[in-house]
Each structure stands twice: as structure tokens, then as C-alpha cells.
């Protein structure tokens, strides 16, 4: 596990200022890396990943999860159950929404 520092894309106001819709890549390092989001969020309401390079057998299922402005990311292998092992030539673009920071 690593703690990621993604690179901002994009941001889309939704909902008049109250949530947001922030895009985002990263450099996954590890299964289960985590992304702190504190600096975009007040809370997140979803968050999605997906590859867009480097996918082959031991890198080829993400699934991410969030609790308060935190998101990990578990990443796993062709058969969906272990661990990934290799992350070379890897990148992963991050779909969150969530509360504005200060709502």
C-alpha cells in the first residue's frame, strides 16, 4: 500500500457549487494504494477507477473504495482475486464526486 498524490484533470461543478465532480491520474505503486482528497472534498459520494495503461495479467481489476475524503484503491490480477504484482508502464485515471470543500 502507498499513499498516491493524484494530478489534477478537470473539475465540473454539479448542483450549484454543492458537489463536484473532480478527474484525476495517478501512478498506482501497490495493491490497496490510498488517495487523500481532503483538499477537494468535505466527503466523498462515489468514486470509480479504471486502467489506462499498463493492463496485462498481473494488473487488470480495480476496485476502489472511500471513507470520508480518503480513496483505496484494491488492485487485482486476471483471475480477480490476487493481489496485482506488477505495475510498470501502469496509470489509472480516478472519477470522484463528492461535497464541495466548505459545504
Known sequence: MAALTPTLVATIDEGGGTYKKCI???????????IDLSTYFSSIIKASAYLTAGLDA???LLIPSYSGTT????Q?????????SDWTGASITMEVIGLAQGV
Do not use: C, H, R
Open 24 to 34: 484525476f491520474t495517478l501512478t498506482p505503486q501497490a495493491d490497496g494504494d490510498t
Open 58 to 60: 498481473n494488473l487488470t
Open 71 to 74: 480513496v483505496t484503491i484494491a
Open 76 to 84: 487485482k490480477k486476471a483471475d480477480g482475486a490476487t493481489s496485482a
